[in-house]
């Protein structure tokens, strides 16, 4: 898997908050910056993204205009005409960075800060991941609750802003953000207004994600309140990896293996903490869906956002909670929630 940082003459065109991103390129800045506030110290400054009419070449070997448009901009260092891409249509509506970034900015209205920004896939798409919260259920289990900002200057991408539980640093991470399903979403096509036409929108999309985040603590707080034994736990366990009937010795052997690696999620380390818990249950068993069950990918900081995206790994999650469920008998509300 590849970053798909933009990167000229040694530069890349990217900029993260506190920690280096995965792949280490890009600026790492200390203090919390705005989007807009970020360009600079991202090489996204003045790259001067613009619409051209786009020529092909005649018959006669000379160029003809077409009536289609192109976005080129310029190269931040050498600033020579470098272009971007495109086959557009007249009424392209062209989102600079600059525009994107003031965007990010009105949206949130100094409710969030720059977490991750950056070009990819050659100049033509751009990311920003404004980092709005970090919430902590049981003491323990820290997620980080981003808006991403997105769209493509080539009209490969629609403008897009969705809520995800992940900073994005690379063109596979935004592809991941980008191919889960999430309600909590608003697009806006390369037409008309544009983004600035919907912030009424986007933002009653955001309301709609805060009520359902304070939804999912008083959900995770009630499971932390479920007492759970020795022995219930070890059903549950028994209940999310089943033995076949009439297994084989290696088929046997895979299940116990699979058991063990959950007993040690939840008998071990910081779990102990939330361990006594039916939330403690639930994180044992997605802990192991998250980074123990798929297959084995080099990079761990790219496996374990590759398995929390992944479609399959989301059905495993919700099998994990119906297992707590089912065991507990808990009321099956919850499986909405978390």
Same mark, same amino acid.
């Given at each position: 898997m590849g970053h798909g940082i933009d990167v000229l003459d040694d530069r890349a065109s990217a900029a993260y908050w506190k920690d280096a991103a995965w792949h280490r390129l890009g600026a790492v800045v200390e203090e919390q910056l705005t989007a807009t506030g970020s360009l600079e110290v991202a090489?996204?400054?003045?790259?001067?993204?613009?619409?051209?009419?786009?020529?092909?070449?005649g018959p006669d070997g000379s160029p003809q205009?077409?009536?289609?448009?192109?976005?080129?901009?310029?190269?931040?260092?050498?600033?020579?005409?470098?272009?971007?891409?495109?086959?557009?249509?007249?009424?392209?509506?062209?989102?600079?960075?600059?525009?994107?970034?003031?965007?990010a900015d009105q949206l949130v209205e100094g409710g969030a800060h720059m977490n991750a920004i950056g070009l990819v896939d050659e100049g033509r798409r751009m990311f920003i991941s404004l980092h709005i919260t970090d919430l902590v259920f049981g003491g323990i289990d820290r997620t980080?609750?981003?808006l991403l900002v997105t769209t493509g200057f080539d009209g490969s991408l629609i403008s897009t802003v969705k809520v995800v539980n992940f900073r994005v640093e690379c063109a596979n991470m935004?592809?991941?953000?980008?191919?889960?399903?999430?309600?909590?979403?608003?697009?806006?096509?390369?037409t008309g207004a544009g983004l600035a036409f919907k912030v009424d929108e986007f933002r009653r999309v955001l309301d709609l994600a805060w009520k359902s985040t304070e939804a999912l603590e008083k959900?995770?707080? /009630? *499971?932390?309140?479920?007492?759970?034994?020795?022995?219930k736990f070890q059903?549950? !366990?028994? +209940?999310?990896? $089943?033995?076949?009937?009439?297994?084989?010795?290696?088929?046997?052997?895979?299940?116990?293996?699979?058991?063990?690696?959950?007993?040690?999620?939840?008998?071990?380390?910081?779990?102990?903490?939330?361990?006594?818990?039916?939330?403690?249950?639930?994180?044992?068993?997605?802990e192991f869906v998250d980074h123990q069950s798929g297959a084995k990918v080099k990079d761990e900081a790219l496996r374990s956002v590759?398995?929390?995206?992944?479609? /399959? *790994?989301?059905?495993?999650?919700?099998?994990?909670?119906?297992?707590?469920?089912? !065991?507990? +008998?808990?009321? $099956?509300r919850v499986l909405q929630s978390v």
């Amino acid at each position: 898997m590849g970053h798909g940082i933009d990167v000229l003459d040694d530069r890349a065109s990217a900029a993260y908050w506190k920690d280096a991103a995965w792949h280490r390129l890009g600026a790492v800045v200390e203090e919390q910056l705005t989007a807009t506030g970020s360009l600079e110290v991202a090489n996204l400054a003045d790259l001067d993204y613009h619409l051209e009419p786009l020529y092909v070449v005649g018959p006669d070997g000379s160029p003809q205009r077409t009536d289609k448009w192109t976005t080129v901009g310029l190269h931040p260092l050498t600033r020579e005409r470098r272009h971007i891409g495109g086959y557009l249509a007249e009424n392209f509506a062209l989102e600079t960075p600059e525009m994107l970034a003031d965007f990010a900015d009105q949206l949130v209205e100094g409710g969030a800060h720059m977490n991750a920004i950056g070009l990819v896939d050659e100049g033509r798409r751009m990311f920003i991941s404004l980092h709005i919260t970090d919430l902590v259920f049981g003491g323990i289990d820290r997620t980080s609750q981003n808006l991403l900002v997105t769209t493509g200057f080539d009209g490969s991408l629609i403008s897009t802003v969705k809520v995800v539980n992940f900073r994005v640093e690379c063109a596979n991470m935004l592809n991941m953000a980008l191919g889960r399903r999430a309600e909590h979403q608003v697009t806006a096509r390369h037409t008309g207004a544009g983004l600035a036409f919907k912030v009424d929108e986007f933002r009653r999309v955001l309301d709609l994600a805060w009520k359902s985040t304070e939804a999912l603590e008083k959900e995770v707080e /009630r *499971l932390l309140d479920v007492e759970v034994t020795k022995a219930k736990f070890q059903e549950i !366990v028994h +209940d999310f990896v $089943p033995m076949p009937d009439e297994a084989s010795p290696r088929q046997e052997n895979r299940v116990e293996n699979q058991r063990g690696l959950i007993y040690g999620n939840y008998f071990t380390g910081n779990a102990m903490l939330i361990n006594d818990t039916a939330w403690g249950a639930y994180n044992a068993l997605s802990e192991f869906v998250d980074h123990q069950s798929g297959a084995k990918v080099k990079d761990e900081a790219l496996r374990s956002v590759e398995s929390f995206m992944s479609d /399959r *790994l989301e059905s495993e999650r919700a099998r994990a909670m119906r297992s707590v469920v089912k !065991v507990l +008998d808990l009321d $099956p509300r919850v499986l909405q929630s978390v």
